[in-house]
Nanobody, 123 residues
Framework: QVQLVESGGGLVQAGGSLRLSCAAS????????MGWYRQAPVKQRELVAI???????NYADSVKGRFTISRDSAKNTVYMQMNSLKPEDTAVYYC?????????????????WGQGTQVTVSS
């Protein structure tokens, strides 16, 4: 299996910045995409930003121009730089990755989630 470990959440004032990291570990063969989702209280989980293996990205309209997703392929790690944070960005942020991994001699698909990291933006 593939595990994702997130870090970098915290409490910040409106207008501030945070950088989230997510490292994937395990017998990874390939990662097709890595991205970030968030879930605020009493709301559904929503896509924030995603990066595909070819380098293309998608962002939620609400974060375009403020958040930037990047990766270090050699480390199987994805980052998200969050600038100009707003109180409405407050949520638990989850990392997601999809790809393939080795299970013995077999190649299997995975879709993994991290445990979540809290981001709180005070007004």
């Amino acid at each position: 299996q593939v595990q994702l470990v997130e870090s970098g959440g915290g409490l910040v004032q409106a207008g501030g910045s945070l950088r989230l990291s997510c490292a994937a570990s395990g017998s990874i063969s390939s990662i097709n995409l890595m991205g970030w989702y968030r879930q605020a209280p009493v709301k559904q989980r929503e896509l924030v930003a995603i990066m595909y293996s070819g380098g293309s990205t998608n962002y939620a309209d609400s974060v375009k121009g403020r958040f930037t997703i990047s990766r270090d392929s050699a480390k199987n790690t994805v980052y998200m730089q969050m600038n100009s944070l707003k109180p409405e960005d407050t949520a638990v942020y989850y990392c997601n990755a999809v790809g393939t991994y080795y299970s013995g001699t077999y190649l299997k698909n995975f879709a993994s989630w991290g445990q979540g990291t809290q981001v709180t933006v005070s007004s």
